[in-house]
T-cell receptor, first 117, second 111 residues
Framework: DGGITQSPKYLFRKEGQNVTLSCEQN?????MYWYRQDPGQGLRLIYY???????QKGDIAEGYSVSREKKESFPLTVTSAQKNPTAFYLC????????????????FGPGTRLTVT | GESVGLHLPTLSVQEGDNSIINCAYS??????FIWYKQESGKGPQFIID?????DKRQGQRVTVLLNKTVKHLSLQIAATQPGDSAVYFC??????????FGAGTQVVVTP
């Protein structure tokens, strides 16, 4: 089945450690996105990538890094510089970044809940 | 700044009744809107979308209404079922393709 996978579902880390969250899609989508969701709040954009080997900062990129070496993969690293890393992280993809009914809809993965203590 | 927001943080609905979830947006340049449903611990799922040249679109048990005059979007769920309990987000796509989400409305279906 086509879709987006994120692993692991739950992740625990000690403060001061970097951690990388996985996101893979087999939908042949060009654009991929990372969002952060805190309890009772909406989604905030961390980074997005419109095409392989290119990515842009979103609204809350500080303390995070990404890479897009393959079309299918868009891993997110939460660095020790991120002040409040504990959150639910969602990866999404879309056909392309250009506005349009088919291109605009984003498909979401199941999310990774990161807890840093 | 431009923003998308929801009027009600929590909506309690009796099973079988209709639900109406409201959303206000301020970016008049946005021309595409989506409603997502997010169940606890899962990623958002697409429900229905609407373009700005429409004022109404219907799906299975759901209807989205768009009022551009007052920049208001609503999602109506007919005959609400327990499985409809979730957080519902409206989102707008601006002119360069960025998706902006509102804070969400928690819908609680009671027996």
């Amino acid at each position: 089945d086509g879709g987006i996978t994120q692993s692991p579902k739950y992740l625990f880390r000690k403060e001061g450690q970097n951690v990388t969250l996985s996101c893979e899609q087999n939908l042949n989508h060009d654009a991929m996105y990372w969002y952060r969701q805190d309890p009772g709040q909406g989604l905030r954009l961390i980074y997005y990538s419109q095409i392989v080997n290119d990515f842009q900062k979103g609204d809350i990129a500080e303390g995070y890094s990404v890479s897009r070496e393959k079309k299918e993969s868009f891993p997110l690293t939460v660095t020790s510089a991120q002040k409040n890393p504990t959150a639910f992280y969602l990866c999404a993809s879309s056909i392309g970044p250009i506005v349009g009914q088919a291109q605009g809809e984003q498909y979401f993965g199941p999310g990774t809940r990161l807890t840093v203590t | 700044g431009e923003s998308v927001g929801l009027h009600l943080p929590t909506l309690s609905v009796q099973e079988g009744d209709n639900s109406i979830i409201n959303c206000a947006y301020s970016n008049s340049a946005s021309d595409y809107f989506i409603w997502y449903k997010q169940e606890s611990g899962k990623g958002p799922q697409f429900i229905i979308d609407i373009r700005s040249n429409m004022d109404k679109r219907q799906g299975q048990r759901v209807t989205v209404l768009l009022n551009k005059t007052v920049k208001h979007l609503s999602l109506q769920i007919a005959a609400t079922q327990p499985g409809d309990s979730a957080v519902y987000f409206c989102a707008e796509i601006n002119s360069w393709g960025k998706l902006q989400f509102g804070a969400g409305t928690q819908v609680v279906v009671t027996p």
